[in-house]
């Protein structure tokens, strides 16, 4: 079974901090991406990255940046945080055109 | 730009019932792939069915089936014999064929009483 773990189910964070999420996947995965989910508003792409080093920008990328320096991982940063980035934050991978298979989810509350 | 609309926040069925969610999309492809991910109150995302759409038959998993009307860019999932584990979010999404991002829609709650 794929496997996508999220460094931090929970997080809170002060604004201003620099943050950074952590993805892995396990299954050798050419796709990442990294969601933010809101009620009433679904998923939202911020980034992905289809190759190491490679990244493109999604829907709402403003406020972050990502980093892919090896296959398996996929980091979200938070240059300085902000209390509207309070959010669920979701990973995926995938490989080609296939379905994306999802990390459990960090919850990040900025105060 | 592709838009998928899920027109139920919120959708409730009794234990043993059927039930249908509904999702519409908009696109210009005629070459893409259509999917229903359900999202439990833990929060882990996981896919519950695929439909390619070059395909006319609907797919079906299990207690899981869609009705795929490609003309009327239609996809409703049907959930026969509702369980207490089918309480979720439900998302609609699209992925356009050569491309690897999808676009989901914004949920169908789905609440199930014993």
């Known amino acids: 079974d794929v496997k996508v773990t999220q460094s931090s189910r929970y997080l809170v964070k002060r604004t201003g901090e620099k943050v950074f999420l952590e993805c892995v996947q396990d299954?050798?995965?050419?796709?990442m991406f990294w969601y933010r989910q809101d009620p009433g508003l679904g998923l939202r792409l911020i980034y992905f990255s289809y190759d190491v080093k490679m990244k493109e920008k999604g829907d709402i990328p403003e406020g972050y940046s990502v980093s892919r320096e090896k296959k398996e991982r996929f980091s979200l940063i938070l240059e300085s945080a902000s209390t509207n980035q309070t959010s669920m934050y979701l990973c995926?991978?995938?490989?080609?055109?296939?379905?994306?298979?999802f990390g459990p989810g960090t919850r990040l509350t900025v105060t | 730009a592709q838009t998928v609309t899920q027109s139920q926040p919120e959708m409730s069925v009794q234990e043993a019932e059927t039930v249908t969610l509904s999702c519409t999309y908009d696109t210009s492809e005629s070459d893409y792939y259509l999917f229903w991910y359900k999202q439990p109150p833990s929060r882990q995302m996981i896919l519950v069915i695929r439909?390619?759409?070059?395909?006319?038959q609907n797919a079906t998993e299990n207690r899981f089936s869609v009705n795929f009307q490609k003309a009327a860019k239609s996809f409703s999932l049907k959930i026969s014999d509702s369980q207490l584990g089918d309480a979720a979010m439900y998302f609609c999404a699209y992925l356009n064929s050569g491309y690897s991002t999808l676009t989901f829609g914004k949920g169908t709650m789905l609440l199930v009483s014993p």
């Open positions: 299954m050798d995965h050419e796709n």
């Open positions: 439909q390619e759409a070059y395909k006319q």
């Open positions: 995926a991978s995938s490989w080609g055109t296939s379905e994306q298979y």
